[in-house]
């Protein structure tokens, strides 16, 4: 009796062991699934789900999730080639209006220089050239937004003396702060700082930032470098009023706007732009509201 007892306990004990081993290999194929599900949501990620237990149930289910995968990959292809239509498009747009538009402004600026207008004509030539600048300035953001978007290749990374490059800027930008009657305030150190980057880029970068502060700045307006540790920080900072009710969150967003500068003309883009130039060099554009004034902040990495 005693020998039928062990014979019948040791094929139950075989049955409970292999079952919890199926349910271990089910639960970890299971987790495989669910990483390969949560990866699948990468644009670039496109990869069939496998099952490699023999199980219909299991097996039906991965070759649904595979057909929903197929489907999702046919959607992220046609979501890249309309997202490039798009942008060639407003590429292209941009590029032909910037002609046009430049030749306008070329001849309001002769008509200007003739002297024969009154008053009150001079008022409306005044308008129309304000109205074509804008127009140019958007036609010029649109046509750098889809330079930068569509440009993968790496920048040549190097030493470039910020110091130097920020009053540079300063000074070529020198007749329009005055023309603006602002007053700069500089709070940038003497010595050299180098920090590791594109020139080309920080220029294009610190230009709108600059352009930026001076669009919204009343009165004065101030750049400020300082160095921590091993980080480079550049921030240009102007009083906001306390109206301004802005999403520093938010403010790198593609044409994000503040409600109360709603007024201003403009696309909404020159702080995007910033974020991507800060991105391709390796660098961080933040934004912060302190002391009544809207800080952007630049960090960069400083030379080795």
Same mark, same amino acid.
């Given at each position: 009796?005693?020998? *039928?007892? /062990?014979?019948?306990? #040791?094929?139950?004990?075989? #049955?409970?062991?292999?079952? #919890?081993?199926?349910?271990? +290999?089910?639960?970890?194929?299971?987790?495989?699934?669910? %990483?390969?599900?949560?990866?699948?949501?990468? *644009?670039?990620?496109?990869?069939?789900?496998?099952?490699?237990?023999?199980?219909? !149930?299991?097996?039906?289910?991965?070759?649904? *999730?595979?057909?929903?995968?197929?489907?999702?990959? /046919?959607?992220? =292809?046609?979501?890249?080639?309309?997202?490039?239509?798009?942008?060639?498009?407003?590429?292209?747009?941009?590029? !032909?209006?910037?002609?046009?538009?430049?030749?306008?402004? @070329?001849?309001?600026?002769?008509?200007?220089?003739?002297?024969?207008?009154?008053?009150?004509?001079?008022?409306? #030539?005044?308008?129309?050239?304000?109205?074509?600048?804008?127009?140019?300035? *958007?036609?010029?953001?649109?046509?750098? +937004?889809?330079?930068?978007?569509? %440009?993968?290749?790496?920048?040549?990374?190097?030493?470039?003396?910020?110091?130097?490059?920020?009053?540079?800027?300063?000074?070529?930008?020198?007749?329009?702060?005055?023309?603006?009657?602002?007053?700069?305030?500089?709070?940038?150190?003497?010595?050299?700082?180098?920090?590791?980057?594109?020139?080309?880029?920080?220029?294009?970068?610190?230009?709108?930032?600059?352009?930026?502060?001076? =669009?919204?700045?009343?009165?004065?307006?101030?750049?400020?470098?300082?160095?921590? @540790?091993?980080?480079?920080?550049?921030?240009?900072?102007?009083?906001?009023?306390?109206?301004?009710?802005? !999403?520093?969150?938010?403010?790198?967003?593609?044409?994000?706007?503040? %409600?109360?500068?709603?007024?201003?003309?403009?696309?909404?883009? @020159?702080?995007?732009?910033?974020?991507?130039?800060?991105?391709?060099?390796?660098?961080?554009?933040?934004?912060?509201?302190?002391?009544?004034?809207?800080?952007?902040?630049?960090?960069?990495?400083?030379?080795?």
């Amino acid at each position: 009796m005693g020998c *039928m007892m /062990e014979v019948v306990i #040791l094929p139950v004990s075989l #049955l409970a062991a292999g079952l #919890l081993g199926y349910l271990l +290999l089910l639960k970890k194929q299971m987790r495989n699934m669910t %990483d390969e599900l949560k990866r699948s949501r990468q *644009m670039s990620y496109n990869k069939q789900l496998k099952v490699q237990l023999f199980d219909r !149930d299991l097996n039906e289910l991965a070759r649904e *999730m595979n057909c929903n995968l197929d489907f999702q990959a /046919e959607c992220k =292809k046609k979501a890249r080639r309309q997202e490039e239509a798009v942008k060639c498009a407003v590429s292209d747009i941009a590029h !032909d209006l910037r002609t046009p538009l430049t030749v306008v402004k @070329g001849n309001l600026q002769l008509i200007d220089r003739e002297g024969t207008l009154g008053e009150k004509e001079r008022g409306y #030539l005044q308008i129309c050239k304000n109205k074509t600048d804008e127009l140019k300035g *958007m036609a010029d953001a649109f046509f750098e +937004l889809s330079l930068l978007e569509s %440009d993968t290749a790496e920048p040549e990374m190097g030493e470039v003396e910020i110091t130097k490059l920020l009053f540079q800027m300063v000074l070529e930008q020198e007749g329009l702060i005055w023309e603006r009657k602002l007053t700069p305030r500089l709070e940038i150190p003497e010595q050299t700082i180098l920090v590791r980057g594109n020139r080309r880029l920080l220029e294009r970068m610190f230009y709108n930032l600059f352009h930026n502060t001076l =669009k919204y700045a009343e009165n004065t307006f101030a750049i400020r470098l300082e160095r921590t @540790g091993q980080v480079c920080k550049v921030v240009f900072s102007n009083p906001i009023a306390a109206s301004d009710t802005i !999403d520093t969150a938010h403010i790198f967003d593609r044409a994000y706007k503040a %409600d109360a500068a709603r007024h201003r003309q403009g696309t909404g883009l @020159g702080l995007y732009i910033v974020k991507l130039l800060a991105q391709k060099q390796g660098a961080e554009a933040e934004a912060a509201v302190c002391a009544g004034e809207l800080c952007i902040t630049i960090k960069l990495p400083l030379f080795p």
